[in-house]
T-cell receptor, first 117, second 112 residues
């Protein structure tokens, strides 16, 4: 199946700093990418949907100025957590969708564990 | 409120035993239905999905799931579990084709 990578897999940062997480589709062109957040023992919560070359669409309650999403190419999307605080510590997962752009073609990355001290 | 429920947080089975993981949804219409498996260090992998048609869906790794409209359920089953099936399993629904709503997951532990 299609492969989606995330980098880094794990990051620890100090409170107040910004962290960038990359999501890459390795063997297909991703017209749409999704960013999820997963709390321990909880489900994945969709944060935002981004289409290549367009502004991301954020879910209700997600601060767009805090979680900056860029989808500049068909193989790369980035999530930047700005001025991170301990409550932003979480597991962040991206997924990428191919030409149909729908949920039935979503491929998930392995996730990035963010710890804010 | 619209929701996806996986009642079992943690299930333990012996290798070779049968398995059923429960999933119930609460939506006005029949959504698209999915089961994913999450293993440490790996991305979520799609096991199977139901959009329409035959209510018994066959997936990868020997899994199947049955959609029961009357019960708003989409339970995942496997007749004989292998130790490699130990993982976290997520049921998910989508009302249209652009957003997945996930359940809270069921952690499966397999004893030899």
């Amino acid at each position: 199946g299609a492969v989606v990578s995330q980098h880094p897999s794990r990051v620890i940062c100090k409170s107040g700093t910004s962290v960038k997480i990359e999501c890459r589709s390795l063997d297909f062109q991703a017209t749409t990418m999704f960013w999820y957040r997963q709390f321990p023992k909880q489900s994945l919560m969709l944060m935002a949907t981004s289409n290549e070359g367009s502004k991301a669409t954020y879910e209700q309650g997600v601060e767009k100025d805090k979680f900056l999403i860029n989808h500049a190419s068909l193989t790369l999307s980035t999530l930047t957590v700005t001025s991170a605080h301990p409550e932003d510590s979480s597991f962040y997962i991206c997924s990428a969708s191919g030409s149909s752009g729908g949920v039935d073609t979503q491929y998930f990355g392995p996730g990035t564990r963010l710890t804010v001290l | 409120a619209q929701s996806v429920t996986q009642p079992d947080i943690h299930i333990t089975v012996s290798e070779g035993a049968s398995l059923e993981l429960r999933c119930n949804y609460s939506y006005g219409a029949t959504p698209y239905l999915f089961w994913y498996v999450q293993s440490p260090g790996q991305g979520l992998q799609l096991l199977l999905k139901y959009f329409s048609g035959d209510t018994l869906v066959q997936g990868i790794k020997g899994f199947e799931a049955e959609f029961k409209r009357s019960q708003s359920s989409f339970n995942l089953r496997k007749p004989s579990v292998h130790w490699s099936d130990a993982a976290e399993y997520f049921c998910a629904v989508a009302l249209n084709t652009d957003k997945l709503i996930f359940g809270t997951g069921t952690r499966l532990q397999v004893f030899p």
